[in-house]
């Protein structure tokens, strides 16, 4: 059973252009849900993480939305650079447990 | 700082020997989780270690799997009688676990296992 469904799989946009992931959580005794950036070869590096009691938190050009109704929440990338080519992974954890549940991740191709 | 780190990088074993992979936490960081990356996919949790203890191995295959986080050295993923299907990613992630609430954990590069 998959806890967590991300879209899309790929995604291609112009530089300085927003980037948007979306996914989906199954779980509600998730309260924690972190986005990791993946370069190949390399391990996933945190990015940004937002709790259930905001609806919305910016650092920097990334930006969170979460909609705890819909059990949904997106990562959009403002002003996106070719640097920020990468694989996006959402998760979520909580209910007491510490392991993350990850979404299959989002490819992303800035072109110039 | 130097951050979590994964030894060896790249693990080449052929079926039925044994693959070892070791983890050394970031400085300060009591708790280990292992997780396993399949091509094209996300990662799936594995365990969860604190010093000496298995917390949660929830994740991990009953059969030819084990962890282990001593009192001294690294934390070991240790996999037995490796079959092809055990050929991914491996990636070990560590946080400081303070009191409540839920840690940031910090990954490191990953041990490729290919098993021939």
């Known amino acids: 059973q998959q806890q967590v469904k991300q879209s899309p799989q790929s995604l291609i946009v112009q530089k300085g252009g927003i980037s948007i992931i979306n996914c989906a959580y199954e779980?509600?005794?998730?309260?924690?849900f972190p986005w990791y950036q993946q370069f190949p070869g390399k391990g996933p590096a945190l990015l940004i993480a937002i709790r259930p009691d905001v609806s919305e938190k910016k650092e920097g050009r990334f930006t969170i939305s979460f909609n705890k109704s819909a059990k949904q929440f997106s990562l959009h990338i403002m002003d996106s650079q070719p640097g920020d080519s990468a694989t996006y992974f959402c998760?979520?954890?909580?209910?007491?447990?510490?392991?993350?549940?990850f979404g299959k991740g989002t490819k992303l191709s800035v072109i110039p | 700082n130097a951050g979590v780190m994964q030894n060896p990088r790249h693990l080449v074993r052929r079926r039925g020997q044994e693959a070892r992979l070791r983890c050394s936490p970031m400085k300060g960081h009591s708790h280990v989780y292992w997780y396993r990356q399949l091509p094209e996919e996300g990662l799936k949790f594995m365990v969860y270690?604190?010093?000496?203890?298995?917390?949660?191995e929830s994740g991990m295959p009953k059969e030819r799997f084990s962890a282990e986080f001593p009192k001294e050295g690294p934390s070991i993923l240790r996999i037995q009688q490796v079959v092809r299907g055990d050929s991914a990613a491996y990636f070990c992630?560590?946080?400081?676990?303070?009191?409540?609430?839920?840690?940031?954990?910090?990954f490191g590069p990953g041990t490729r296992l290919t098993v021939l």
């Open positions: 992630a560590s946080s400081p676990r303070t009191a409540g609430g839920t840690d940031t954990q910090y």
């Open positions: 998760a979520g954890s909580g209910a007491g447990s510490y392991q993350l549940t």
């Open positions: 779980n509600t005794a998730f309260d924690y």
């Open positions: 270690l604190q010093k000496e203890n298995i917390i949660d």
